[in-house]
Nanobody, 122 residues
Framework: QVQLVESGGGLVQAGGSLRLSCAAS????????MAWYRQAPGKQRELVAS???????DIADSVRGRFTISRENAKNIMHLQMNSLKPEDTAVYYC????????????????WGQGTQVTVSS
């Protein structure tokens, strides 16, 4: 079974920085496209950034220039570097990936982590 686990969330003042990580674990798998989503209270979950296995990235307009997505394929880890944080960035941040689990021959079209809370105070 493949799992995604996020880490790095916390409380930070406006203008500060945080670095989120998403680690994929399992026996024998391949994480293809990976992405960060966020969901603020009372709002729909929204895409923040995505990255392909080849490293092609897409960044939401709301965070472009402040957030950077990256991944370490050899370690099956994805990062989200968040700079110049604003109170409106406060949300639970989730990672998502489409994963091929070779040990079970199962394809996870959308595998989600449990989320990590990011709170930005003004």
């Amino acid at each position: 079974q493949v799992q995604l686990v996020e880490s790095g969330g916390g409380l930070v003042q406006a203008g500060g920085s945080l670095r989120l990580s998403c680690a994929a674990s399992g026996n024998h798998f391949s994480a293809n496209k990976m992405a960060w989503y966020r969901q603020a209270p009372g709002k729909q979950r929204e895409l923040v950034a995505s990255i392909s296995m080849a490293g092609r990235t897409d960044i939401a307009d709301s965070v472009r220039g402040r957030f950077t997505i990256s991944r370490e394929n050899a370690k099956n880890i994805m990062h989200l570097q968040m700079n110049s944080l604003k109170p409106e960035d406060t949300a639970v941040y989730y990672c998502k990936a489409d994963v091929v689990d070779y040990s079970s021959s199962y394809y996870y079209e959308e595998l989600w982590g449990q989320g990590t809370q990011v709170t930005v105070s003004s």
